[in-house]
């Protein structure tokens, strides 16, 4: 027998075989080779290079450099999408940039498959301190505890702090105090993704707590940042208060029916029209941004005095969609921002009272915009706690989709300059700083409210 075609089909069965032994068994995820980690990792060098408009505005060029290096060194292994969006995502603080960091694809949507098929979650709602402290706000989902208020120690045999502190090593955002506030928003994700899903929680406690010790299964609730993103009425709410007050929350500038939106706030200030209205409180201390032209026609058209700007030069990158004559794609432009606002003095429900602006550590985006041009022009007084976003802010996100591991980099095209110019102080500074209540959101408002009494001067609030 001819020896050529055993030798052939030897090497078939072994190919065979080889093929086989690396498919992961049933269930098992798929993992990414060494080298197709390296490719994603250059795809995110090109959008550093050639599609951020100055990473440097937010990150230091000698920490960037040693976060990529170490990063590099680390893709020497298979692993999986999760261990690797784990080992990706510690260049995210390194950025410094609520618009720029390596996320997993579609975490609402993955959440919310997850809970569909009988998954579960950390079953309490999260506050987590900067410096790593964590504490129970309610049951996930919303719904109160009498757990609320007391200090987690230890999870399962594990200090609480010291899976806080690793879990920020992975969190995107301008400052810590940012990043520690978006935890607080998504522990139950950031939890589940690198602990995994126990199917109860032992968990030693301090503080407001019935028990020392207790044990709680884990849960299969919506967490409460994707039902307020379902529902209109908990994400934007207005409120009549006593003595001649109203509240005005806007939970994001982003929604798919703008116009609703828009009807809502003239509806609002008609009301306050109507009512004699002379003090108007807008609560956007957890509003994460969206479109400007959100705060622009729906609160701004009834409240500026003045034309105004909404940045005073912006540096931005060009890409297709975002193209003015002239410009060449790939390049970076600089340029004072020409276009104006103009106000609307003659809106039948102009409001000419005390605006008062609170925001927190979950301020961002054009949020931060908003805030700007209150402060700048003079519309408003800021209250509430700074020091977490910077006014110099990104925008314009586009994404960029890792080829292997399908991580998702989102990015921003442009950076822009408070209308004012100035670049001091670097983040967003109150003019009356407030301590937030991280279990009740009315402490602020109510303290706001004792500032206006004791500052109160004649005011109407519109023009009849």
Sequence with gaps: MDRLPIRALVVGLMALYLCFSAQPAVGEPQKLTPQQLQQ??????????????????????????????????????????????????????????????????????????HLKENGTLFPFEAYVEPRGNVFIRSKLGGEASPLVGAEIKTINGVRAREIALHLLTLVHGDTLKMRADLLSQRWWLFYWKVYGEPKEFHLALSGRAPSADTVVPSSHELPVVLQIEDSFEREFHFELLSNHAALLSIGAFAWSDKQRFWDFTRAAFTTMHDENVTTLIIDVRYNGGGDDDMWMKGILSYIATKRYHWCSRYLARVVPGHQEKGEVIGTVESSELKEWMEPEPNNPVHFSGKVYVLVGAASYSSTILFANVMQDYGFGTLAGVGGSARTQQSGGVQTTTLPNSGLAVPWPRFILTRPSGATEPRLLTPDIPLADDPYDSRTMVNEVLRIAARTSTPAVSATR
């Design 40 to 113: 994603d990792y250059d795809t995110l060098l090109d959008v550093l290079a050639d599609k951020h408009p100055d990473a440097t505005h937010s990150a230091s060029p000698t920490e960037l450099r040693r976060a990529l290096a170490k990063l590099r060194q680390g893709l020497n292994r298979p692993m999986t999408q999760n261990e690797a969006w784990q080992t990706f995502a510690t260049l995210n603080p390194v950025f410094a940039d609520g618009h720029f960091l390596v996320a997993l694809p579609n975490w609402r949507g993955m959440t919310r498959q």
